[in-house]
């Protein structure tokens, strides 16, 4: 809610120096009537009962209202109307004018735009879940004049920018709406400054220790990076120059969402990601010229630096549908580095930077109506996600003679696939048995994962390692014939192994628990586990898929009823799930949550897709059917349901419940030497106290992989005992997983 207040001199000082640039900034598109004007809307945005507004954050709402119409002026390039409305917009949000006032003061065309503002809030109040495309398109349906949606954006831009100001509640939710629906909305609109200022910002907020850990190393690589870029241009600058170009050239550094996805997608370390950086060249040229000056600095540029002839991307020719022009190629740079470069003018930087506002600037028209004429034709791509028929002939024409693509063994041999071969494809193309042991490769130097799709030219060096085996999936990432083939005779012959294993495991199972292994019995396991056959019942013990405790409890229900088959003791027979769901719903009215900071004594379940326990920051979720899912904030289902269903968010936290159990599952690597899972036992039981639930331990070729599933009060505990497990010798790493076993 909004607040009345007064105000500091501080403040007043930032209002007075606000307006004045705004003015300043809009000086050639009003006149003295719209000075009127402005200065009216600026005392609605900014009174309630002839006292100043604060919006939630704190914030002085004139402020924030000035703020959002210099970024609809400067940073997104619109003109007066779209400056009042934008400084309405705050006081229409919270209802503080109404819209039949807005046309009395300042006309039809500022209140339609107000009216389609009114309609997105009242959107927003009537399904706060912003969930697949649904709203995205209500949004559009709603905001006929599409200034409406650049105002929003202008807006939310702003909010994203004080979000320190915002509970942590408040900054995932705003967050999550950003991400979901309005930086891409920035995107499709080529507004590429904002939006990729929106994904930085949501990602401090969202993933706040990998934003400070890339934000830190881009601090301490700084000076190098300088260095690099400047010994990169320094040649540059002189040949341009001699080519009678008058230009400007700059190194500017990628954003850290940026490296972050280049990180993922690559799965390197920071230091690993090569282009950290690109360098722009931009021309002074008249529109006639720019073009062919474009292609004169394109060939400057390779003449001085060898270029990847894959990587030139020309949208010169043909612009991408929201109006991005410019020559991007990569070169190999000092150091032997891949450096991408940018070619564009002044005119077509412009247009890169604040999108389709300053493509209609750069088309002519003139005047407000000319405005109108251009942003009803891009309403098109925000209502049409799919590429246009543009973009489509772009990729065509770049892909027309690239069916294939050739590459290169480390002893320089050709090799030629079909387009979209993979660092896999190229493992069983070298040998079967490369194939079958790849874990990777170096290409042009740097590590990929096998899922990599090769390009022209590639460099490829496998990597292999002898405790590699093929898995199923592989068949999703191999797209040669060969390759398939192969691939599917090894896992024939890994799945037959591992049956024979599972087989043996069985076998000696049975043996330790007093049990006859029949073919009745094999039967009626193989139709409880809905296995298809006998080989995959035994193929999906040696793989973990079946918990041999579980088995146990199905041998030992059997002859329980098998000797008493009138009296069956359920109770005495409960699983450990079920003693899960005791310390879930808390029989002994100890009441261990506080949900939506008052309400206590509520029926709720802890999330199986979390399992979150005593100690984890956690939030509650209405589910469909009425009941209350605790989650941990770090959950991974968690963003998606803030997305979606973000009015069924609720704040939980934990009251009590110091004598609760609550289950967790850890994963346990190392070596597997004699006594190594009495040693982990022993810590557990005996040294730490801890109940244990289940272990499940896999060895392969003298390394072990398991879960141990233990009941802990609280995450002090858990990390204790993850600390004492570390340090058992022969223990390579032990973490938690979310998934209760």
């Known amino acids: 809610m909004n607040a009345v207040a007064e105000i500091t001199r501080e403040e007043r000082k930032e209002i007075v120096d606000r307006y004045r640039y705004l003015l300043r900034i809009s ?14 809307a600026i005392e609605f945005a900014s009174l309630q009962n002839e006292q100043m507004v604060r919006r939630k954050s704190g914030v002085l709402a ?31 949000q919270s209802s503080r004018i109404p819209v039949e006032k807005v046309n009395e003061k300042f006309g039809e065309k500022v209140a339609n735009i107000t009216q389609g503002l009114v309609k997105v809030v009242d959107l927003y109040n009537q399904s706060s879940s912003i969930e697949s495309d649904n709203f995205r398109k209500l949004l559009l349906t709603f905001a006929r004049d599409i200034r409406v949606v650049l105002i929003i954006i202008a807006d939310r831009l702003r909010t994203m920018r004080t979000l320190d100001l915002y509970d942590r509640e408040s900054q995932q939710k705003i967050s999550a709406e950003v991400s979901y629906l309005y930086a891409p909305m920035a995107h499709r609109l080529g507004l590429y400054n904002i939006k990729s200022e929106m994904e930085d910002l949501v990602m401090k907020y969202t993933k706040p220790d990998v934003y ?83 292609w004169k600095a394109y060939s400057v540029v390779t003449d001085k630096y060898q270029p990847n002839p894959s990587r030139l991307r020309d949208w010169l020719s043909v612009p991408k549908s929201n109006g991005y022009e410019s020559l991007h190629t990569t070169v190999l740079g000092p150091d032997n580095k891949w450096i991408e470069v940018q070619i564009r003018s002044h005119r077509m930087n412009e247009i890169a ?22 942003l009803s034709n891009i309403r098109e791509i925000l209502e049409n996600p799919e590429r246009n028929a543009v973009e489509f002939f772009d990729d065509f024409k770049l892909n027309l003679y690239d069916k294939e693509v050739f590459v290169f063994t480390p002893k320089g041999e050709l090799r030629r696939l079909p387009k ?47 405790h590699q085996k093929p898995a199923q999936d592989w068949l ?80 030992t229900e059997q002859d329980k009823t098998e000797k008493e088959p009138d009296k069956v003791d359920q109770e005495a027979q409960r699983s450990a799930e079920n003693f899960v769901q005791k310390t879930e719903t808390v029989d002994d009215n100890q009441d261990i949550l506080v949900i939506d900071d008052n309400l206590s004594q509520v029926e709720y379940k802890l999330a199986k897709c979390c399992n979150p326990i005593l100690g ?70 005996k040294e730490m106290k801890v109940k244990m639930r289940s272990i499940s331990i896999n060895s392969n070729e003298g390394t072990f992989e398991g879960t141990v599933t233990v009941f802990v009060h609280n995450t002090r505990d858990l990390d204790l005992l993850i600390k004492k497990l570390k340090d058992v010798k022969g223990v390579f790493d032990v973490t938690r997983i979310d998934t209760v076993v």
């Open 420 to 466: 979209g071969a993979t660092v896999l494809d190229f493992a069983f193309d070298i040998h079967t048995e490369v194939g079958k042991k790849c874990v990777g490769a170096k290409v042009n130097g740097r590590n990929v994962p096998i899922k990599y799709e090769l390009h022209n030219g590639d460099h490829i060096e496998i990597n292999t390692s002898n």
């Open 353 to 374: 930077e604040k999108g389709l506002a300053a493509h209609w600037r750069y088309k002519g028209i003139k005047g407000e109506a000319g405005m109108d004429r251009w």
């Open 62 to 92: 004139v402020i924030h209202a000035l703020d959002v119409a210099r970024i609809v002026i400067e940073e997104i390039g619109l003109g007066r109307t779209s400056l009042i409305c934008a400084l309405l917009y705050d006081a229409i």
């Open 616 to 685: 984890d920051e956690i939030f509650g979720f209405v589910s469909a059917t009425g009941g209350i899912k605790i989650h941990r904030k770090n959950c991974p289902n968690a963003a998606d349901m803030r997305k979606k269903f973000g009015y069924r968010i609720v704040p939980a936290r934990w009251s009590g419940g110091a004598d609760a159990n609550f289950q967790a599952t850890l994963k346990v690597t190392g070596n597997d030497d004699i006594g190594i899972v009495t040693n982990i036992s022993q810590v557990i039981s």
């Open 27 to 40: 000086r050639n598109i009003l006149n003295d009537e719209d000075v009127k004007l402005i200065r009216q």
């Open 212 to 294: 400070r850990f890339i934000a830190q190393k881009l601090n301490e690589t700084k000076r190098g990076r300088e260095k690099y870029i400047f010994e990169f241009i320094e040649p540059l600058k002189k040949d341009l120059a001699a080519h009678g170009l008058k230009f400007e050239i700059k190194g500017r550094t990628k954003t850290i969402n940026s490296i972050y996805n280049k990180m993922k997608k690559q799965n390197v370390d920071f230091e690993q990601v090569y282009d950290l950086f690109a360098i722009r060249i931009i021309l002074d040229s008249d529109k006639k010229n720019e073009k062919s000056d474009c």
């Open 476 to 555: 999703n990432i191999v797209v040669t014939s060969r390759a398939k083939t192969k691939l599917k005779q090894a896992l024939r012959e890994l799945q037959y192994k591992d049956a024979e294993v599972g087989k043996e495991i069985l076998a000696r199972r049975f043996k330790n628990w007093k049990f006859e292994l029949n073919d009745q019995l094999l039967n009626q396991l193989v139709k409880k586990y809905k296995a298809k056959t006998v080989h995959d019942f035994y193929l999906d013990i040696a793989i973990g898929k079946i918990d041999m405790m579980d088995i146990k409890e199905f041998l």
